[in-house]
């Protein structure tokens, strides 16, 4: 079955389904790649004796880094859109370090809170702060990843052109 584009293509099924194949994993690289640098992270800062995940093997310890990062990735998702907001004002340099400072306090308190509420990670007061410094400097990366997406479109936005 063959179907004619707009433009005269013509496109088969097994192109269609080449393009929801590749796409689909784009998608799913996109969603897996940060959680198995998270996991990876995670289980080496727990090889420390400073945190400790309870788990009875790899997919049960899967299972609660899945948890502890969906919710940190939704927590940090509200609160820096709040932080954003309430600091819209102040731009350049000052914004962003605010900001940051908020999002560090902001992330020691989150892992303080969780881990006092979670049986499943137990830390210490110096895991506390690895892990809120790991996420931390995850944030941070975000934001430098985002400068220089946007660097590179205009980039090559503006040689296109």
Known sequence: MIKKGKRGKNYSVSDHIFAITVVSFMCLAIISF????????MHLI??????????????????IILRFFITTVVTTGMVDTIFSIIL???KGMFGFLSEALL???????????????????????????????????????????????????????????
Do not use: N
């Open 103 to 161: 999002m560090l306090a902001f992330f020691y308190l989150y892992v303080l809170v969780y881990s006092l509420v979670s049986d499943d990670i137990v830390m210490t007061d110096k895991g506390r702060l690895y892990v809120s410094f790991f996420l931390f400097l995850m944030y941070v990366s975000i934001h430098l990843v985002y400068i220089g997406a946007k660097r590179l479109y205009e980039l090559i936005t503006r040689h296109a052109s």
């Open 46 to 63: 727990s090889l420390t004796t400073d945190v400790r995940i309870h788990s009875l093997g790899t997919f049960s310890s899967l299972k």
């Open 34 to 41: 940060p959680f198995l640098l998270f996991y990876a992270v």
């Open 88 to 90: 819209k004002r102040s």
